[in-house]
């Protein structure tokens, strides 16, 4: 059962038949194309956290966010902050409440797919959404986030 967390909160959950952590298993036990499957990734930065979802296929640009967000230091956020979010590895996504509002950094580049699909907040079970969704969140910064 999804948290009560709109938008997800009414779509449907799948399951995968092992634990997966990375954009990589997860794409393959899905059968789906990488650059299809989002990857979520916590950034710390001097002013708080932020959410990044770009796609499976690419890595963060901190050049662009720390631009986009005018700071100075951003970096990956370390298993203390996540932990501190009641995640780990392979477990971050916009779906759980306590991670949906935190700010977020839309890369565009995911915006370009017809669906993604990302974890439900465990290993082995996800969804797969219109990605236009990310849009309606209230605190969202736009641009290319990825290369």
Known sequence: ????????ENMVLYSLNKDVTTCEEAASAKGIPLQN???????????????????GDKLANLRSIKKAIKVKEAFLAGEDILSRLKVEAGTVTPLLSRIWNIPQLLSLDVLEYDF????AG?????????????KSHPNTTTGYFSK
Do not use: Q, R
């Open 1 to 8: 059962m999804l948290e009560k967390c709109s938008p997800f």
């Open 122 to 134: 465990t290993h082995n079970k996800y969804i797969i959404f219109n990605p236009t969704i990310l």
């Open 37 to 55: 499957e989002l990857k979520s990734l916590i950034i710390d930065t001097s002013i708080g956290l932020y959410l990044l979802n770009i796609p």
């Open 116 to 119: 993604v699909s990302t974890n």
